[in-house]
């Protein structure tokens, strides 16, 4: 059973940056893919990023692509995701997941593990 704990959201203004990690703990780092998602207010959760098991292969909503990056450290069983540029369309619950399967987690559905998530707010 793997937990995840999110941290390092809060208010920023726009233009702004912030670096959101994910503690791992339970598990087997290294045999999940790790993802970002996020859900704005009266929206649907929804992708933000996902990086491989071995950190080698990412991937990018088209919202983010170019201002937010995902890494992972496995000697401290955490990803990150740096988040640059930020707009007020960009606030949102983030919640980090995870699941063996790389595509999975790019599909954003069907993922076994998950955090409680942490708050980012925009401000114009």
């Known amino acids: 059973q793997v937990q995840l704990e999110e941290s390092g959201g809060g208010l920023v203004q726009a233009g702004g940056s912030l670096r959101l990690s994910c503690a791992a703990s339970?598990?087997?780092?290294?045999?999940?893919?790790m993802g970002w998602f996020r859900q704005a207010p009266g929206k649907e959760r929804e992708f933000v990023a996902v990086?491989?098991?071995?950190?080698?292969?990412?991937s990018y909503a088209d919202s983010v692509k170019g201002r937010f990056t995902i890494s992972r450290d496995s000697a401290k069983n955490t990803v990150y995701l740096q988040m640059n540029s930020l707009k007020p369309e960009d606030t949102a619950v983030y919640y980090c997941?995870?699941?063996?399967?790389?595509?999975?987690?790019?599909?954003?559905?069907?993922?076994?593990?998950w955090g409680k998530g942490t708050l980012v707010t925009v401000s114009r």
């Open positions: 997941a995870a699941d063996p399967s790389y595509n999975t987690v790019r599909g954003g559905r069907g993922m076994n593990y």
């Open positions: 339970g598990g087997t780092f290294s045999t999940y893919a």
């Open positions: 990086v491989s098991r071995g950190g080698s292969f990412t």
